[in-house]
């Protein structure tokens, strides 16, 4: 499974982003497709995810009310619409996919494929 990440920008506190995760390649091994970010000098950390099949999603805490991941099953894409945006959000977002099970939706071990990363920063 190959991924494309696009969508990330400069953007002002309190403002939106939509983040895009093109799949490609055998995409039908995918039970699971996350975000994960990674701000300077920090660990990457869990975003949110969604479970392919039934469309489930899980949010990070901090995101929680803010960000909205959804996918589009005939384009083989998810989305990350992100809003009201705070400088904390500044990272680079990876998706990532995997034949990921539900105990572990969270965990980066998990994902076996993941995009190059797109730089999102929140200027306050």
């Known amino acids: 499974v190959q991924l494309q990440a696009s969508g990330g920008g400069l953007v002002q506190a309190g403002g939106s982003l939509r983040l895009s995760c093109a799949a490609s390649?055998?995409?039908?091994?995918?039970?699971?497709v996350g975000w994960f970010r990674q701000a300077p000098g920090k660990e990457r950390e869990f975003v949110a995810s969604?479970?392919?099949?039934?469309?489930?999603?899980y949010y990070a805490d901090s995101v929680k009310g803010r960000f909205t991941i959804s996918r589009d099953s005939a384009k083989n894409t998810v989305f990350l619409q992100m809003d009201s945006l705070k400088p904390e959000d500044t990272a680079v977002y990876y998706c990532?996919?995997?034949?990921?099970?539900?105990?572990?939706?969270?965990?980066?071990?998990?994902?076996?494929?993941w995009g190059q990363g797109t730089l999102v920063t929140v200027s306050s």
């Open positions: 969604i479970i392919w099949t039934g469309g489930s999603t």
């Open positions: 390649g055998r995409t039908s091994d995918t039970r699971a």
């Open positions: 990532a996919a995997g034949r990921t099970i539900l105990s572990t939706i969270t965990t980066q071990s998990a994902y076996r494929h």
